[in-house]
């Protein structure tokens, strides 16, 4: 390579110490995480933690298979799965009513509003929801129903809102410029670039609801996990054994559901 040819290079990316530094502090928060928690590493690996976490385990075998029981869960792990199921598709409806406005559609000032609105839903947890709800409807999985679409609907709005934000403004435009009015240009040309991955969301979210639909039941939002928290409150171990497999299997049926779907969705 000649002299001329080097001097028309340009010259090289200024280095950035950006990502560095960020790690560098990444690193020191991990470092002060374990510094500062009072970790008992020695205790958790000793004899007497190893035999008493032996024996609360082999408590659990071997599971209840009586088939009244075996009844009632399936009943229950249906609950569970009917609640998820309403909560993700009321989470849906409300993200996407939400998701507009936060995409900026109506203004900033509608959009700063709605953030903080998103913020709030997703911030406070499911099992808060759901004790706040109970006051108004009482136990049962209508509380726990309504406390996955509530917090769920502060997630999904947030990353539909993303998704709209970050989809290609140019055919859009380009309809509006030919005199689509405003909906149906969305409809038409923003929607569709953005629906496959509102359904991925939706589905990951839908993974996400079984467990916490398994957690809220604990609080008396039924399913399985209001059995679960009754039986092990009267150390009926293998009947919670039972429960416990049964929200196993829950979520690994749904969790291939979901991934065979989304494979669909990307081919």
Do not use: C
């Not at 960020?22 to 020695?42: E, G, H, I, Q």
């Not at 410029?177 to 969305?186: I, K, L, R, S, V």
């Amino acid at each position: 390579m000649n002299r001329a040819a080097t001097k028309a290079m340009p010259a090289p990316p200024p280095r950035s110490w950006s990502g560095w530094l960020m790690a560098l502090a990444l690193a020191a928060l991990v470092a002060a995480s374990f510094a500062t928690l009072p970790l008992k590493w020695r205790d958790f690996a000793s004899a007497d933690a190893v035999r008493s976490m032996a024996e609360f385990l082999g408590g659990f075998a071997p599971p209840e298979l009586g088939t009244n029981f075996l009844l009632k869960t399936a009943n229950a792990t249906l609950e569970t799965l009917a609640m998820s199921a309403l909560g993700t598709l009321l989470a849906v409806a409300a993200g996407l009513a939400l998701a507009l406005p936060g995409a900026g559609r109506f203004g900033r000032p509608a959009r700063a509003l709605v953030r903080v609105a998103l913020n709030v839903l997703r911030s406070v947890p499911e099992l808060v929801w759901a004790s706040i709800l109970m006051i108004a409807a009482g136990l049962g999985p209508f509380a726990g129903t309504m406390a996955l679409a509530v917090h769920t609907a502060g997630v999904l709005g947030r990353l539909f809102a993303d998704a709209l934000e970050n989809a290609a403004p140019h055919p859009e435009q380009s309809l509006r410029a030919n005199g689509a009015a405003p909906m149906a240009a969305f409809f038409y040309a923003t929607l569709p670039q953005t629906l496959p991955q509102m359904l991925s969301y939706t589905l990951y979210r839908w993974e996400n609801n079984i467990r916490a639909a398994a957690i809220l039941g604990v609080v008396g939002a039924g399913g399985l996990g209001q059995m679960l928290k009754y039986h092990l409150s009267l150390f009926q171990m293998e009947a919670a054994a039972t429960v416990i497999v049964a929200m196993l299997l829950l979520v690994a049926l749904v969790d291939a559901v979901s991934f065979a779907t989304r494979r669909a969705l990307t081919r």
